[in-house]
């Protein structure tokens, strides 16, 4: 990842805490939340992409690994929402959590696709971005960093597909009914 893309992060994920906190009143009832998932390895994700890429103590994943197994299989198991599919009500808030050492977005995508890290979207077999996963068109990206979580969403019912636009293979289905 580039100095720019860490740099937008770090900007985007400023803007995201802020809305987050201004715009979630009223919702007392429990909140469903979405696991966003990584092991990645600190000395070694920090080392390949720079300082302050992976804050976790998850662990157990170095980046040669990670790029090996996305290589192979088009994606990194450790790096993925759970559930995969979440079934809410009409009224019910749900949103992602990041319990991972990277930093990851929940993004409402129309279809699935690629994120804007070219090197993950053709790794992965993504090679088309998703148009909601451009950081500068799309203020509503949801960046959480590690120990965060989005803002709280509630949809109107039908299926409706969240990823991460960074891991382009981290998704779930909200199903609202
Ligand atoms: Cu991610």
Known sequence: MSRRILL????????????????????????????????????????????GTCIGNNGGVSFDTFIAELSRTEHAGAWHFAP????VLDDEAF???????????????????GGFVPLLNLLSGNPE??????????PEINFVP????????????GVHHYQCCIHPWMRTDVIVR
């Open 95 to 113: 949103q992602g959590r990041n319990t991972g050492g990277e930093f990851h977005t929940f993004t409402e995508v129309d279809e699935f696709g």
């Open 129 to 138: 971005p998703a148009p909601e996963c451009d950081p500068a068109a799309n």
């Open 84 to 87: 995969g599919v979440v079934q």
């Open 8 to 51: 937008k992060l770090a900007v985007a994920g400023c803007l995201s805490v802020g809305l987050a906190v201004a715009g979630t009143v009223g919702f007392a009832a429990s909140i469903r939340t979405v696991d966003m998932n990584d092991q990645c390895d600190p000395a070694t994700f920090n080392a390949a992409i720079g300082p």
């Open 146 to 157: 590690p120990g965060g979580v989005s803002d709280p969403k509630v949809e109107k019912p």
